[in-house]
């Protein structure tokens, strides 16, 4: 059995909105956030896709026991 945690940072993904903040509320939180993680922006979806597929392959089958954060470097700020 193996276990990986993957730990998105902020991601656009219109739940701000969806969760009743107004859309112009809801930019200027993701321009915000997107100035402090240091890759310069907030992540998107396929951001964390990405490792989600990479990860499930049998290739990384020896990955066990690990939360890989993809959050554009803002977990280490």
């Known amino acids: 059995i193996r276990v990986i945690g ?7 993904t219109g739940a701000g909105v969806r969760a ?8 200027g939180f993701l321009e915000a956030m997107g100035q402090r993680v240091p890759l310069g ?5 396929e951001d964390v896709a990405w490792w989600v597929v990479r990860l499930a392959d049998p290739e990384a ?17």
């Open 61 to 77: 089958a020896y990955a066990s026991g690990a939360v890989l954060a993809v959050d554009g470097g803002l977990s280490v700020t």
């Open 6 to 12: 993957v730990a998105p940072g902020v991601i656009e």
């Open 41 to 45: 922006r907030v992540g998107r979806p």
């Open 20 to 27: 009743g903040m107004s859309q112009e509320a809801y930019d």
